[in-house]
Nanobody, 120 residues
Framework: QVQLVESGGGLVQAGGSLRLSCAAS????????MIWYRQAPGKQRELVAG???????NYADSVKGRFTISRDNAKGTMYLQMNSLKPEDTAVYYC??????????????WGQGTQVTVSS
């Protein structure tokens, strides 16, 4: 079983920066991708950014050019560098790992989330 732990959230003023981390531990054959989602009160959970084990990254249009996703495959960790933060970035940020087990089955694991609050 895989466990995910997010860290790095906090309170910042608009225009500030935060760096989120998501560390994976446990037993898995491989982690195909790690993805950041966020959910604000009253809103649907949305995809923020994702990265594959080969380093291919993609971003939501709302964060492209401001956020940078990266990963360390050996540590099973991904990072989200968030710059030029806006109040609309306020949300609980969750990481999700797309895990492949020894039978080749794809399984999803979620972290508990970390709060990001951007004041105006």
């Amino acid at each position: 079983q895989v466990q995910l732990v997010e860290s790095g959230g906090g309170l910042v003023q608009a225009g500030g920066s935060l760096r989120l981390s998501c560390a994976a531990s446990g037993i898995a054959f491989s982690i195909d991708a790690m993805i950041w989602y966020r959910q604000a009160p009253g809103k649907q959970r949305e995809l923020v950014a994702g990265i594959t084990s080969r380093g291919i990254a993609n971003y939501a249009d709302s964060v492209k050019g401001r956020f940078t996703i990266s990963r360390d495959n050996a540590k099973g960790t991904m990072y989200l560098q968030m710059n030029s933060l806006k109040p609309e970035d306020t949300a609980v940020y969750y990481c999700k790992a797309d895990v492949r087990d020894v039978r080749g089955r794809s399984l999803d694991y979620w972290g508990q989330g970390t709060q990001v609050t951007v004041s105006s």
